[in-house]
Every structure is written in structure tokens, then in C-alpha cells.
């Protein structure tokens, strides 16, 4: 397949974006968060088709992205609680899972009776949404399993020939996809750490739930199904080191043919190593933009054999840059103290 490559230039450069999908065709396009890989919503043959570009098991479902939040109630049972976050945090990096209403097809939800609503805040994928008029099913724009795309280079590495067009629109703000939460009546489940954070939803609802396989490893029937995938991961073994700077330097002093992914204050101190960093310790962040570019440039090193990552804060975002580190790695984490 050609891949049209769009270079975002003015609302007028997408109009052939917004035809593709009309016409059912699947077109990777910019937010605030990661790429996301996009399709008519209402058209269970576009979902097939961004299911078979990413390789994507087909169980685990596409999240909707609307242009407002004020038209939820077309597409899902909304409640109370779900206008109050709306307000606060719509248009931004958050997906609301409601109830959802039986036209949506089964392909975009996996099978399951509740639909992920989320409405993007950056301006092309906004203008994107409107143009084509229709709701835009899209998970994010990599291959399945690998680290999300943050960059228009990413998203080219994977997904060139593969899919109708690629939108060019520079690098994400966050580089961490959407905090998930699932309402039920006024209690609140985040299922997937995120911008939005489990600070901010604290405000809300009666209570906030954070589920267990946000910071474990969990083998039960997750409630995000993508919750049970491999996911972010590099080619190359991945592992967290805990612990103080000291120990990680001194664990670290006679490795050979690693890459560590560090912060800018680890740089002086780690020298027998391909050392990246994804940001000052404190600085969260410019961590969670930085953490999959960090992961894909490990990635494009056939010389390493083992990649370490620094454990980063578990506060704002820090604890979505955890998530994702975890996951990438597997749970493998080794606990020096
Ligand atoms: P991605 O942004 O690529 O990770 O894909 C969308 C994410 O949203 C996946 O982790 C899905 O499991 C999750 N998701 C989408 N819709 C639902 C839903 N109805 N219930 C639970 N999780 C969902
Ligand atoms: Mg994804």
C-alpha cells in the first residue's frame, strides 16, 4: 500500500486526511498524548483494518475520540460524575469508559458492552475529528507491543505501507497515552495512569480506585483488556533498578554492552555504558515525553545486551512513566537495598 504523507500546513491540508476516512480508510495522526491510528468509528471494516496494520489482538479495544465532549450522550450512557470530569479535564489526556449505546459496533470495543470516549485537545487531531465528520476510533499508531509513536519518525518507522496516510504534526506534549478511567455510579477506576492525574481525580467522585495491575503484575481478568498484553516493549531484556544513586552506579560499574536509561544528574557518573537520559530526576515531565523516544533509540542498537532504566517517581505523572517502564520491562525490576 502507498502511504500518503501529509505535512500539517492549516486546517485545508487535511481535507484529504478527512476523505480517507469518510471513505473508510485509516490515517495515524498527532494528539497531545501518543499517535494515534484512526478510523470511522461507525464502520466495523476501518477497526479491522487498524486492528491488522498494528497486529493488534482484536479483543483489545479502540478508544473513540470525539470533538466534544457535550455529544457523549449519542454514543454513551453518561452520568453526572462523567460532566463534572468532562468539564474539568475535556478537551485533554483522559478516556472516560460509559456504558455504551448498541450501535457502536462490537469490532471497536472488543466485544464489550462499555465504550472508551475521549475527546484530544491538540488542534490537528481536533480539526481532524470535525473535518471528517465522525467519531474517530484509534488506538496508538505503533506496532502492537512496541513503544508508542511520539514522533511523525516513529510512526513512519512502523506503520509506512501499512496504512492510507500519515499526518506529520511534530512530536507529542505528554508522550504518554490517555489516563483511563471507568465511572461507575460516583466511584471512579483509573485502569490506566496517564497526564490527568490520580492527584487531580482525587477531587471527584466518591471515591478513586486505582487498579492492582497499574503497579503490578496481575494475572486475574484485567478491565482494560489491554491491560493483559505485552506492551512498550523493546527487543532487547529490559530491567528497573531500585535503589539509591550510589547502589544503581556501583550495580551498574562492571557491566558490559548495556544501555541505561537514566536521568541528567546519572550522566557524569555512569561511563561503561550507552547512557541515555530521559530528563532531570524531579523534572516528571519531560520523563514521560522523553520515555518511548528513550525506549526506541535502545531499540535501534544492536549492540546492547541488556537495557537498565532508573525507577522513576511514582507522584503527577511520574506515576504513568512508572506504568509504562514496568510494563516495557516486563516486571522485571531488581531491588538493591
Ligand atoms: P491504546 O491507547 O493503544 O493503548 O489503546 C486503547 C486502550 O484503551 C487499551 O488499553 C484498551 O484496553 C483501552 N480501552 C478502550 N476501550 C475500553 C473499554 N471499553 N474498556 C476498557 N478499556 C478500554
Ligand atoms: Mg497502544
Do not use: W
Amino acid at each position: 500500500m502507498k502511504t500518503l504523507i501529509i505535512r500539517y500546513e492549516g486546517k485545508d491540508s487535511l481535507i484529504p486526511a478527512a476523505e480517507i476516512i469518510k471513505n473508510g480508510g485509516i490515517v495515524a495522526f498527532p494528539t497531545e498524548t501518543v499517535y494515534g491510528l484512526g478510523g470511522n468509528a461507525l464502520d466495523p471494516s476501518a477497526a479491522s483494518k487498524i486492528y491488522a496494520a498494528k497486529g493488534r489482538p482484536s479483543d483489545n479495544p479502540l478508544i473513540v475520540h470525539l470533538h466534544k465532549y457535550e455529544n457523549a450522550g449519542v454514543y454513551a450512557h453518561t452520568t453526572p460524575l462523567f460532566f463534572e470530569i468532562a468539564d474539568a479535564f475535556m478537551p485533554g489526556p483522559i478516556t472516560v469508559i460509559l456504558k455504551k449505546r448498541s450501535f457502536i459496533p462490537d469490532s471497536v470495543t472488543g466485544g464489550l458492552d462499555t465504550v472508551g470516549l475521549r475527546v484530544p485537545s491538540n488542534h490537528i487531531a481536533r480539526e481532524l475529528i470535525e473535518l471528517s465528520g465522525v467519531p474517530i476510533a484509534a488506538p496508538s499508531a505503533n506496532i502492537s507491543g512496541k513503544p508508542s509513536p511520539t514522533s511523525f519518525d516513529h510512526v513512519y518507522h512502523d506503520l509506512n505501507g501499512k496504512v492510507d496516510a500519515i499526518i506529520d504534526g511534530g512530536s507529542c506534549d505528554f508522550g504518554v497515552e490517555s489516563t483511563i478511567v471507568k465511572l461507575e455510579d460516583k466511584t471512579i477506576q483509573l485502569l490506566r495512569p496517564g497526564a490527568v492525574t490520580v492527584e487531580m481525580l482525587s477531587l471527584f467522585g466518591d471515591g478513586l480506585y486505582v487498579d492492582p495491575a497499574v503497579t503490578e503484575k496481575f494475572d486475574g481478568t484485567p478491565l482494560a483488556p489491554g491491560m493483559k498484553y505485552r506492551h512498550y516493549a523493546p527487543s532487547t531484556p529490559l530491567t528497573v533498578l531500585d535503589g539509591s544513586d550510589k547502589e544503581v552506579y556501583s550495580y551498574l560499574s562492571d557491566r558490559e554492552d548495556v544501555g541505561v536509561i537514566c536521568f541528567d544528574e546519572d550522566l557524569p557518573h555512569i561511563n561503561n555504558a550507552y547512557v541515555i537520559s530521559c530528563g532531570s530526576v524531579s523534572d516528571t515531565l519531560t520523563q514521560a515525553k522523553m520515555l518511548f523516544e528513550c525506549l526506541r533509540k535502545m531499540d535501534g542498537r544492536t549492540d546492547l545486551k541488556h537495557i537498565y532504566a532508573r525507577m522513576p517517581s511514582k507522584i503527577g505523572i511520574g506515576l504513568a512513566v512508572f506504568n509504562r517502564l514496568i510494563k516495557a520491562a516486563g516486571f522485571s525490576v531488581v531491588t538493591l537495598k
